[in-house]
């Protein structure tokens, strides 16, 4: 129980570290939206549970990114990132062929029906946090979908998919999504 308290702690820094952030970038240029998302994704990772005996979010927290995605290059910068329960960050272009790798997918619009095919394959709980990015249209099976409204960036979340992917949501992100599901 001792580490309550710290757990605590760094939950409220962090959601005051997102919304400084967000509060920052309604004045920043656009040029910095993709910057503020990437920052969006690092969160979502401190927020979400992935299932017990997962093996491969155990050291590493594998996010795969589409090739196609603008979010590329700002993703990378996550490459190295300490996760809050000590998991380092690997940065790596997403394939098809091994998804199974991935802990957390960044979807662009031209991959997002193949992934969501090979994702419906797998087994109930397969511990994949999917993420879109400008999705111009909502897929029932993505559980954290980003997109900009008004000049900010706001992200919807579906609490349906999560439970799909075996994927615990804290009721804190689940309070600042714009819409849940």
Not at 75 to 84: D, F, H, M, N, W
Not at 128 to 150: G, K, M, R, Y
Request: hydrophobic share 50%; proline share 5%; net charge positive.
């Amino acid at each position: 129980m001792s580490h309550a308290p710290r757990l605590l702690r760094w939950i409220r820094l962090s959601l005051w570290a997102l919304y400084a952030v967000a509060t920052l970038a309604r004045a920043a240029p656009a040029v910095e939206e993709l910057d503020l998302k990437a920052a969006y994704v690092y969160n979502f990772i401190q927020f979400v549970e992935w299932p017990e005996g997962d093996t491969a979010a155990a050291h590493d927290m594998t996010v795969c990114v589409s090739p196609f995605s603008p979010l590329k290059r700002p993703l990378t910068a996550l490459e190295g990132k300490q996760t809050s329960k000590g998991r380092t960050v690997r940065v790596r272009l997403l394939e098809l062929t091994d998804l199974r790798s991935c802990r957390v997918i960044v979807l662009y619009n031209s991959d997002v029906e193949a992934v969501v095919r090979l994702l419906r394959a797998m087994p109930p709980a397969h511990g994949i946090l999917t993420v879109s990015d400008e999705l111009t249209f909502v897929n029932p099976e993505v559980v954290i979908a980003l997109s900009q409204q008004e000049g900010r960036v706001v992200f919807g979340i579906s609490s349906d998919a999560a439970a799909r992917a075996g994927l615990n949501i804290s009721s804190r992100l689940l309070r600042l999504a714009k819409a849940t599901r």
